[in-house]
């Protein structure tokens, strides 16, 4: 084996063959090796890059060892190694060795003691992926004297993988007191970061302080700055001031410079900013958004920080509406591409959007809008009691086109069926329906943790439409707690599921309904006469047909795959 220098790095010039003990260079022995690791305990430290700069976030803890080693390690004999030296990690010095995809390191021990099985067990290697290594500073012991203050070590910022689909940052310290073993090393990690192409190194923030509780502004500048700038992020803040303030900017603002674009605020803001993006892509494109069939993708992917009363997007998205997690998956660079829907009437565009719900859902929005001063909870907690004591159905004739994957499409080609010949798939249901749901996403939130559609994925080519017919009140209010339960919210005779890929919605006269005595009530009175949906928690009238169609993996959003669920995946016979 080559000999390290006299700061213990060996460069990949140098064998990789163990060590065993400290290796020894000429004139430089094991005690003067770990003289340098020694000195720092019980000081106040710091994460510095070249001088002075921000602390690490409070947040950051260090990395437990006992969550590094995995049986399935990647496999270090087809690796080549970069760099090779000596460094504290946790209370002991370690034999540390750098590849191109992980960070190694194993305890500096004696020869093994004979006889002695659990010696291998205590002392085995750990490692760390870097790709799950999002920043890199030199740890400086904070000095009052001296500006940069004495070097420790490096410092590794790390995203772990936590339970529920939770992300955490976390920190491993390398300490060694040498500035230019510390500095090649350094260097190399900052190489190796720069290597990751998916990250992004610029973001455009559009953030809605009026979210929720008014919440917004503190949970960015709190617990998402911080780490974006950990990350080496750069940022661009815009504060909206009104409803519809990020759709005006985005149709003109300059995006050139930006990686993706981000929406601090609730489901209203997330698909406002989606819808921004979306309609700025056609215009890039020049395709007119009337009588609009295959649309362009967007060009910048979206990220969602949860900051709403529901968080249906975020919470679908990362499978559980958690701030760091968000933030997280935006730092990572890891990118899903989700389905979207267009609605339109008499072929005009009227929104993208994700999910959409008509009748009670509708009507709830529509009664909740009209008591914004309430606050959010109590909004919504009024307007659900006052649809349900009000309940009625819409008259309606519902026209889908079932979804056909891939393996159905190859059979009908296989069985000579005509490619073009369409009109005999379209199906129709016409009825009397308390709620109609047609949903891209699954859908998932605090009241409904399986999802509104938890058959639905973001990206498989299909929307879920669920279909409530008339019944009575109480057999209704069960189908509505079913969502917050364990139980099939589906198993309903009066509730029907489709996998479809397009929904024609036709509203008929509604002449029938629920505590008809009470029509010349003024609510009802508002509201026979309008047709209210709920398109991503945003209130949106129309008053004519609607048409609704899927269109797959139109906008890539920031976030990872989704764990499934403990429970058994929900059956249902229509399905």
């Not at 020049?286 to 920080?305: F, H, N, S």
């Not at 509406?321 to 899903?336: E, F, N, R, S």
Request: charged share 25%.
């Amino acid at each position: 084996m080559a000999a390290p220098d006299a700061a213990g790095t060996v460069t990949a010039a140098a064998s990789t063959s163990s060590c065993k003990g400290l290796p020894r260079t000429p004139g430089t022995g094991s005690a003067c090796a770990c003289a340098m690791l020694r000195g720092r305990r019980g000081s106040r430290v710091r994460a510095l890059e070249g001088g002075p700069e921000e602390e690490a976030p409070p947040a950051a803890a260090a990395v437990p060892l006992a969550l590094l080693p995995s049986a399935q390690q990647p496999e270090a004999t087809a690796e080549q190694m970069l760099l090779r030296g000596i460094f504290e990690i946790g209370r002991g010095s370690c034999d540390v060795v750098l590849t191109e995809r992980a960070l190694r390191w194993r305890p500096i021990l004696p020869e093994r003691p004979a006889g002695d099985p659990k010696f291998d067990l205590l002392h085995k290697e750990e490692f760390i992926e870097l790709k799950d290594v999002f920043s890199v500073k030199l740890k400086r012991r904070c000095s009052s004297k001296q500006q940069s203050g004495t070097l420790l070590g490096i410092t590794l910022f790390i995203c772990l993988k936590k339970e529920q689909n939770k992300l955490k940052d976390s920190t491993i310290d390398l300490i060694n007191l040498s500035e230019d073993h510390c500095d090649l090393w350094f260097r190399q990690f900052k190489k190796i970061l720069a290597g990751f192409s998916n990250r992004p190194k610029s973001l455009k923030i559009f953030l809605n302080p009026q979210s929720h509780k008014k919440e917004a502004t503190q949970i960015y500048y709190e617990k998402v700055e911080p780490l974006l700038k950990l990350a080496g992020i750069k940022t661009d803040v815009t504060i909206t001031e009104y409803e519809g303030h990020a759709l005006s900017l985005l149709k003109e603002c300059e995006l050139q410079g930006f990686d993706g674009v981000i929406c601090v605020g609730g489901d209203g803001s997330a698909s406002e900013v989606a819808h921004a993006l979306l309609l700025r892509a056609q215009k890039n494109a020049g395709v007119e958004t009337d009588c609009l069939l295959t649309p362009v993708r967007a060009q910048l992917p979206l990220g969602v920080i949860p900051a709403g009363s529901t968080n249906v997007l975020a919470h679908s998205l990362h499978g559980v509406p958690h701030v760091v997690t968000a933030t997280l998956h935006i730092i990572m660079g890891h990118i899903q591409p989700v389905d979207v829907c267009t609605f339109s009437t008499m072929g005009k565009l009227l929104r993208f959007g994700f999910s959409a719900m008509f009748g009670f859902g509708g009507r709830t929005l529509a009664l909740a809008e009209k008591h914004r001063w309430m606050s959010p909870n109590q909004r919504r907690d009024f307007a659900v009691i006052k649809a349900l004591a009000k309940l009625k159905p819409e008259d309606c004739e519902i026209s889908f086109l079932p979804f056909k994957s891939s393996q159905d499409l190859q059979e009908r080609k296989a069985q000579g069926s005509p490619k073009s010949d369409c009109s005999d798939q379209w199906q129709m249901i016409q009825g009397q329906f308390l709620n109609v749901s047609i949903m891209a996403i699954p859908c998932l939130c605090s009241v409904a943790p399986r999802g509104l559609a938890p058959n639905t994925r973001l990206n498989n080519g299909s929307m879920a439409l669920i279909i409530v017919r008339n019944t009575s009140r109480p057999e209704f209010i069960k189908h509505l707690k079913r969502y917050a339960s364990v139980k099939n919210q589906f198993s309903f005779p009066f509730v029907e599921t489709y996998t479809v890929e397009e929904v024609k919605v036709q509203r008929k006269n509604n002449t029938s309904g629920h505590n008809l005595e009470e029509k010349n009530e003024p609510y009802e009175i508002a509201l026979d006469n309008s047709f209210p949906w709920n398109v991503d928690g945003d209130l949106m009238e129309v008053a004519s047909d609607v048409h609704v169609r899927l269109h797959p993996r139109l906008i890539s959003l920031y976030g990872g795959g989704t764990e499934e669920m403990n429970d058994s995946k929900v059956t249902c016979n229509c399905l």
